[in-house]
């Protein structure tokens, strides 16, 4: 069993950066490959960003390429997603998300491929 818990949401101006993070429970955090999915009002939960169980190789949805800068640190348990350059786009609830698939499979897509899933925490970026 894996908790997730997000912080680091919050109001930002556009041209402007967050620092995400996620903090999971349990002892075996470095067996799970992690990910970002975004939910924007009125639409469907997104993928954005996964990151292998090593940490060694990440995946990004196109849009946010080049932006959002995903890392881990599995000795204190946590995964960042800092995020720059933001846009009103950006806007959405953020949700870290766990799973054994993507430990050495980066990109996954498909959320119901993802075991455990933080509440989320609301990401707003104004114009």
């Known amino acids: 069993q894996v908790q997730l818990v997000e912080s680091g949401g919050g109001l930002v101006q556009a041209g402007g950066s967050l620092r995400l993070s996620c903090a999971a429970s349990?002892?075996?955090?470095?067996?799970?490959?992690m990910g970002w999915f975004r939910q924007a009002p009125g639409k469907e939960r997104v993928f954005v960003a996964s990151i292998t169980s090593s940490g060694r190789s990440t995946y990004y949805t196109d849009s946010v390429k080049g932006r959002f800068i995903f890392s881990r640190d599995n000795a204190k348990n946590t995964v960042n997603l800092q995020m720059n350059n933001l846009t009103p786009e950006d806007t959405a609830v953020y949700y870290c998300a766990a799973s054994r698939k993507a430990a050495i499979v980066p990109g996954i897509p498909d959320g119901k491929m993802w075991d455990y899933w933080g509440p989320g925490t609301q990401v707003t970026v104004s114009s």
């Open positions: 349990g002892r075996t955090f470095s067996t799970y490959g």
